[in-house]
């Protein structure tokens, strides 16, 4: 690990939010390193000041009383009988909305969001150097049983070499609080990371893209797995991708 990667991942290490691997590897280069341990004791002591010491300023009573007195005085308009039937009728339909359960839509799409982001971020983590695979082969039969015992279902490794997308390897990702596999993939001088996660429904979810953060992420869910696909490669070619995975692993299962 070089002064640069160690140092863009210190503030991750002083708030407890890298997985144990990255930790070791921050803390190893630290050990070895006094001018990373000096901006780590830094950053530590500017936390604790932060943390600790009361920075907080009280105005005095003095100014409160004045900046009352310039406000203009509330005009208290007593409620009319259409507002108070407004007001009926807006709890009824917020009632309405979560009893038809809309309200649990909203919830589940900021839930899609969040997951989104923490995918993206998983992407960019493993486009440092050295965290790109923790098994490298172009040969599916050597990725996909590594994944064995590691995970409750190895995701599927498809070759697709032959259509352009050229298998890379795979390693272990967290998303969402848990480990997921995910197989790697180059076009060109593109990476796409492929996650995949077990999930309870089995019903099919056609792909649909989102960007964000400059990377496209097309996300579909078969046979009780969720994927999510990111890479910076245009939406198109992304599309492509997955069109083709999707088709060879139907193939696969259907052989």
């Known amino acids: 690990m070089t002064c640069d990667e160690a140092r863009i991942l210190l503030h991750a290490l002083l708030d407890g939010e890298l997985d144990a691997g990255h930790a070791r590897e921050v803390e190893a280069h630290i050990a070895s390193c006094p001018a990373c341990a000096a901006e780590l004791a830094a950053q530590r002591e500017m936390k604790h000041v932060l943390t600790e010491t009361n920075l907080r300023y009280t105005a005095p009573a003095s100014l409160r009383a004045r900046i009352e007195a310039s406000l203009p005085e509330p005009q208290r308009q007593q409620p009319t009988r259409r ?89 272990l990702d967290y998303i969402d609080a848990r480990a997921i596999g995910a197989v790697v993939y180059r076009r060109r001088q593109h990476v796409i990371n492929l996650f995949v996660a077990q999930t309870s429904s089995t019903e099919h979810r056609s792909p649909k893209t989102q960007t964000m953060q400059g990377f496209n992420c097309r996300r579909w869910g078969e046979r009780g797995l969720n994927f999510w696909a990111v890479s910076d490669l245009g939406a198109d070619e992304l599309a492509e991708f997955v069109d083709k995975f999707e088709a060879t692993m139907k193939a696969n299962v259907e052989g």
Do not use: C, Y
């Open 83 to 171: 507002a108070l039937l407004r007001g009926f009728a807006m709890g009824s339909a917020v009632s309405a909305l979560a009893a038809s359960g809309v309200v649990a839509v909203v919830l589940r799409q900021d839930d899609q969001q969040r997951i989104l982001s923490e995918v993206v971020s998983a992407h960019l983590r493993s486009l440092q150097a050295g965290h790109l695979t923790d098994v490298v082969s172009t040969d599916r039969h050597t990725v996909k049983p590594w994944f064995n015992g590691k995970l409750d279902v190895a995701p599927p490794v498809i070759d697709l070499t032959a259509q352009g997308f050229t298998l890379v390897g795979g390693r």
